[in-house]
């Protein structure tokens, strides 16, 4: 950038002779810019013209002229940097700013949280780290899959609050009386973010691919045949029932973007920019359902205003906060809950290196010595998990005489917390005389099963969606955990049981059997919950709306901002 480059020669001017007159001559100049003298001639000039110095030269090679800066560096960077963003010039804003995080969060502050623009309401999120590219195959961040939930459109959706799928591109559905033949009735008049038509061909052959996925192709194993009976009908052939079609649908993994672009969905928000400083999303102009009232959304990567922060709750991830502490002295919590996703430890029996027992007491010396409640963190943010679901209770173990093998090896992922865990746990087996070796794993889901192989005991987190149960019947079928831990028998026998329930017509009845499945597994050990996250969003008072997801995001949808005062 032109004007960053002409700016840091500036301070280094102001560097060498301050803000006080001063006598110099070119050549002593040129060496402070480190350039030849006809082009720090250039730079004096152009600094003159802007209204940065005084310069007032002499006749005759080698003469003193008289040099005084009017501004210091700090407040040219903030006047331009503020001029930026009253245009409206966000992105080159962020990449403009070198300031002290303090100073640049009084320059962002005014602009953060809900504000309008060219009489368009905008809702500006400050974010404390980079996003993955947002297409729904490849998510792994909590805040990228609530934007591609956003951004894309399902056949079937959830709403906010209801376990149920509803309609989404499909008007509505039908399922045979054998179960096992589904029509989807879609909406006429679709459209793409880029204003092209939807066609249910273009539906189907985005199934196609997706039934070929590895990411998304178990949701699809009852899947034999998609046809198209009619123009704005499609049709869902399975081998055996499969009662959680429609959830399955309305998942990340099955969101439907455009045939040649990954990034063109048809939800109510477009991805209108994508860059390391600025993700902004604007309203789909032809979008199917409930308009929503905001215009547009902006995620201000920001990471320097988190790092000053001495309250390490604000930075994380289940804490959102619309605007800036020191602008908004009245920004408030507007919505906490408890996530029903949760934090676990997995144990692989697969391996051998650990038996049932053994894995109990390892589950029963976390429970017994209370570890989780002495973690080094707010403990605001997490809660102790006594359920896996409401009313799926998490059995206490008793394994007193059991004796540990004298290693074990256990594998963790983010967030942070997992760490602490794992600190923990190292010194509570240290007193039963087993010594715990702690591997960390960098990415937020299990890649393959070649780190689970090698470990006996993994830390990882589930997220759970609006639908409970079947989120968690999803993760037994997705998850490269299970083939990790589970020995071929047993993951011969989870396959059989979820066929068995996907078959179940009743809601009730396919819960109550999955939940007597889970609990077999943590009976013995395999896998137990250990803390819930605490969702919080805290904003000012002109930001309403504010619902929260299961995800722990605000419903963008939902959230509207009141026009300003004349």
Request: with cysteine; hydrophobic share 40%; aromatic share 10%.
């Amino acid at each position: 950038m032109r004007l960053q480059n002409r700016l840091n020669q500036f301070q280094r001017l102001y560097a060498s002779v301050g803000s006080q007159p001063a006598t110099v001559n070119v050549s002593e100049l040129a060496e402070v810019f480190c350039c030849s003298e006809r082009h720090t001639r250039t730079l004096l000039s152009q600094f003159q013209h802007a209204g940065w110095i005084n310069w007032h030269s002499q006749a005759g090679r080698g003469k003193r002229a008289e040099l005084q800066c009017l501004y210091t560096p700090e407040s040219l960077r903030g006047n331009y940097l503020q001029q930026l963003l009253k245009n409206g010039e966000h992105s080159a804003a962020l990449q403009f700013s070198e300031v002290d995080p303090n100073h640049l969060n009084a320059l962002l502050a005014p602009h953060l949280g809900g504000q309008w623009q060219a009489d368009a309401p905008t809702l500006r999120i400050p974010y404390y780290r980079s996003m993955q590219p947002l297409d729904p195959q490849t998510l792994t961040g909590r805040a990228e899959q609530h934007l591609a939930h956003t951004m894309h459109a399902g056949l079937t959706r959830f709403t906010t609050g209801n376990p149920l799928p509803q309609p989404d591109l499909a008007h509505h559905w039908q399922i045979s009386n054998n179960g096992k033949t589904w029509h989807f009735f879609l909406r006429s008049q679709l459209y793409w973010h880029n204003g092209e038509p939807i066609h249910a061909e273009q539906l189907r052959q985005q199934f196609e691919r997706l039934r070929h996925s590895p990411r998304s192709k178990h949701a699809f194993a009852a899947v034999a045949e998609i046809k198209l009976p009619h123009a704005l009908c499609l049709q869902f052939d399975l081998e055996v029932p499969d009662y959680w079609l429609a959830h399955r649908l309305a998942d990340l993994s099955c969101l439907l973007s455009h045939p040649d672009d990954a990034f063109c969905g048809a939800g109510p928000f477009r991805l209108a920019s994508f860059a390391s400083e600025l993700v902004r999303l604007e309203q789909h102009a032809y979008y199917h359902l409930q308009r929503p009232f905001l215009a547009a959304i902006e995620f201000w990567i920001t990471p320097q205003l988190f790092a000053q922060r001495d309250n390490v709750s604000c930075q994380h991830p289940v804490r959102i906060m619309l605007g800036e502490q020191d602008e908004l002295a009245d920004v408030k919590p507007v919505k906490r809950s408890t996530s029903l996703g949760f934090c676990y430890i997995a144990a692989n029996l697969r391996r051998q290196h650990l038996t049932p027992e053994q894995a109990q007491k390892v589950v029963m010396i976390i429970q017994r010595s209370g570890l989780l409640n002495h973690l080094p963190i707010d403990h605001d943010l997490v809660k102790p998990s006594r359920e896996m679901l409401p009313e799926w209770p998490i059995p206490e173990h008793q394994a007193d005489g059991v004796v540990l093998p004298k290693t074990l090896r256990l594998l963790f992922h983010p967030p942070v917390e997992l760490e602490f865990v794992a600190q923990a746990l190292q010194l509570a087996l240290l007193a039963e005389n087993c010594q715990l070796e702690i591997v960390y794993h960098q990415g937020r889901v299990w890649d393959d099963e070649s780190g689970i192989n090698q470990v006996d005991l993994i830390l990882g987190d589930r997220l759970i969606g609006e639908a409970p149960e079947a989120t968690l019947e999803n993760w037994l079928r997705q998850d490269m955990l299970w083939s990790g831990i589970l020995s071929d028998e047993d993951l011969a026998q989870q396959a059989q049981r979820l066929k068995t329930i996907q078959q179940l017509p009743l809601a009730d009845k396919r819960a109550e059997e999955l939940r007597d499945h889970f609990y077999h597994l943590m009976k013995r050990g395999s896998i137990t919950p250990l803390f819930n996250y605490q969702y919080q969003v805290s904003a000012p008072p002109r930001v309403n709306g504010v619902q929260l997801t299961a995800w722990g995001w605000f419903d963008f949808c939902q959230a509207w901002i009141p026009p300003p005062l004349s």
